[in-house]
């Protein structure tokens, strides 16, 4: 399952130096998520590591406004082609990781995670969709080798 997947990085920030093997484990975090949501298709997603400025510029095109975010997921119009791009601040994940004192590399794992799952349409909308949620990425992330959390963002 999610063996067609083709994830497509672009790095449009320079404030912040990308570490090696980063994108690896954003293409592993993107795989893991697919295979656990049981997803069956060939797609691509684009992933846009950015600035927050370049993140806030996406902020109109949220799936969902219920709280401040490192991650923006737009999901595409084109069908199955791609699911969509996931727009990633390094920046703000530089931030979240030294407040909860978890590493850069935690980060983009839930980042990358949690914006898979938005774009296969499921997001917080309220605190019951935001537990059964978190639950998700914690499995997720435990299988990619990171321990679960309480909560990764504000």
Known sequence: MASNLKVIIDNSQSKIKIPSGIRMLVRRSCHATLQHERYDGTTEINVV????ELLNSYSDRRVSNYEATEV?????????????????????????????????????????????LNLLSQYY??????????????????????????RFSS
């Not at 590591?49 to 927050?52: G, K, L, Q, S, W």
């Not at 199955?80 to 990781?97: A, D, H, K, P, T």
């Not at 909308?125 to 679960?148: H, W």
């Open 72 to 116: 923006i997921a737009i999901p595409s119009e084109e069908g199955n082609e791609s699911l969509g791009q996931l727009i990633i601040s390094v920046e703000r994940i530089l931030e979240l990781v030294k407040v909860y004192n978890q590493s850069f590399e935690m980060g983009i794992v839930f980042s990358s995670v949690h914006g898979v």
């Open 49 to 52: 590591f950015a600035d927050n």
């Open 125 to 150: 909308t309220d605190k019951a969709s935001r537990d059964e949620q978190m639950v998700k990425e914690a499995l997720i992330m435990d299988k990619l080798g990171f321990p679960p959390l309480s």
